[in-house]
């Protein structure tokens, strides 16, 4: 079982709508989740983290399920700006993190 | 506040000759890390290091490969001999305290 798992998708979505990606991991001891978001060709940018209560940071709302152990990340009004690669990232030992492969999203006009 | 620098951002190259990427992480990160992408195996870590001293190297593909950081704000990655498999974007990125990372923007390899 690969440490984190991401369904690689593609996401095609219309304009404003509601998208949810999920990403289970392997390690139940991990204590840091982030989502970062890569563009083609570019580097992978950090675009939220992950906190027990579940956070919101605009159209963004990522929750953590460490019981089940996943995470999710749920775009609401999606534009086209918001299409990219989407990767989960969990942390495991020694403070090392783990990329998922990404889910990737496109917004069509 | 400038993030990570690397160079050079482009690098073409005939296999069998030496490559060096470089990078220098944001000022104040004590946590270095050396990631490779390919289209066929994602993003893999090859090498990190915790105040300027390696850390895990497990993921560095063999002897060919080997990385250094001589100071808090210098780190090099070589490849010697280089080889068509080597092709791949190679992202640096620092963290403070091993919490998020905030990546460079890459070096484009291809040898040829």
């Known amino acids: 079982r690969k440490e984190v798992e991401q369904d690689p998708g593609p996401f095609n979505v219309p304009e404003g709508a509601t998208v949810a990606f999920n990403c289970t991991y392997s390690n139940s001891a991990s204590q840091s989740f982030f989502w970062y978001r890569q563009d083609c060709r570019k580097e992978p940018k950090l675009l939220m983290s992950v906190y027990s209560s579940g956070n919101e940071d605009g159209r963004f709302t990522a929750q953590l399920n460490r019981a089940s152990q996943y995470i999710s990340l749920l775009i609401r009004d999606s534009k086209l700006s918001d299409s990219a690669t989407y990767l989960c990232?969990?942390?495991?030992?020694?403070?090392?993190?783990?990329f998922g492969s990404g889910t990737q999203l496109t917004v069509l006009p | 506040d400038a993030g990570v620098i690397q160079s050079p951002r482009h690098e073409v190259t005939e296999m069998g000759q030496e490559v060096t990427l470089r990078c220098k992480p944001i000022s104040g990160h004590d946590y270095l890390f050396w990631y490779r992408q390919t289209m066929m195996r994602g993003l893999e870590l090859l090498i990190y290091?915790?105040?300027?001293?390696?850390?895990?190297d497990s993921g560095m593909p063999e002897d060919r490969f080997s990385a250094k950081m001589p100071n808090a704000s210098f780190s090099t990655l070589k490849i010697q001999p280089s080889e068509p498999r080597d092709s791949a974007v190679y992202f640096c990125?620092?963290?403070?305290?091993?919490?998020?990372?905030?990546f460079g923007a890459g070096t484009r390899l291809s040898v040829l």
């Open positions: 290091f915790n105040n300027n001293v390696p850390i895990d």
């Open positions: 990125a620092s963290s403070l305290a091993g919490q998020a990372l905030y």
């Open positions: 990232v969990v942390s495991g030992s020694a403070r090392q993190l783990t």
